[in-house]
């Protein structure tokens, strides 16, 4: 019997939200030999939330032509709901931010940027919708800090 992560519910989602959190959060900060503290975790943590959030508008798209057995959010829980879960994951997104107090501002124009695409995503947009403007909430968010 082969094995395979496809199985798993939601599995998709939560290893690119872990494999971009590693790689922009942790990996620099280990090969710069810096100390882990509590502000990196929970710079780390807020990483995960808001990838799975724009990482849901590309389930979306794909929500009809992706294979059932990937099981993915807008499969299991609807459209609507993986929009409702994906704004609560970008509150908390915010909240976290509190804590840190690094770029607060930047990471609550982020959220709602994000929870603008979020709720304007479906099943029938577009492929330019989240190829494009769903991709390039990262250069907005680098260019946000960059200015703040």
């Given at each position: 019997?082969?094995?395979?992560?496809?199985?798993?519910?939601?599995?998709?989602?939560?290893?690119?939200?872990?494999?971009?959190?590693?790689?922009?959060?942790?990996?620099?900060?280990?090969?710069?030999?810096?100390?882990?503290?509590?502000?990196?975790?929970?710079?780390?943590?807020?990483?995960?939330?808001?990838?799975?959030?724009?990482?849901?508008?590309?389930?979306?798209?794909?929500?009809?032509?992706?294979?059932?057995?990937?099981?993915?959010?807008?499969?299991?829980?609807?459209?609507?709901?993986?929009?409702?879960?994906?704004?609560?994951?970008?509150?908390?997104?915010?909240?976290?931010?509190?804590?840190?107090?690094?770029?607060?501002?930047?990471?609550?124009?982020?959220?709602?940027?994000?929870?603008?695409?979020?709720?304007?995503?479906?099943?029938?947009?577009?492929?330019?919708?989240?190829?494009?403007?769903?991709?390039s909430i990262p250069i907005i968010w680098l260019i946000l800090i960059i200015f703040n």
């Open positions: 019997m082969e094995f395979s992560f496809r199985y798993f519910p939601t599995v998709k989602i939560f290893s690119i939200a872990l494999a971009w959190a590693g790689i922009s959060v942790l990996f620099p900060l280990v090969e710069a030999e810096i100390k882990f503290n509590s502000t990196i975790y929970i710079e780390f943590i807020q990483r995960i939330l808001i990838l799975i959030a724009i990482t849901i508008p590309f389930d979306i798209r794909d929500v009809k032509s992706d294979f059932k057995s990937l099981k993915t959010l807008p499969q299991l829980f609807g459209v609507k709901k993986s929009k409702i879960l994906g704004t609560v994951l970008l509150v908390l997104f915010v909240i976290l931010g509190f804590w840190n107090n690094f770029f607060l501002t930047t990471d609550i124009i982020i959220a709602i940027i994000t929870g603008i695409f979020l709720w304007f995503s479906s099943e029938i947009k577009s492929r330019y919708y989240t190829g494009f403007w769903v991709e």
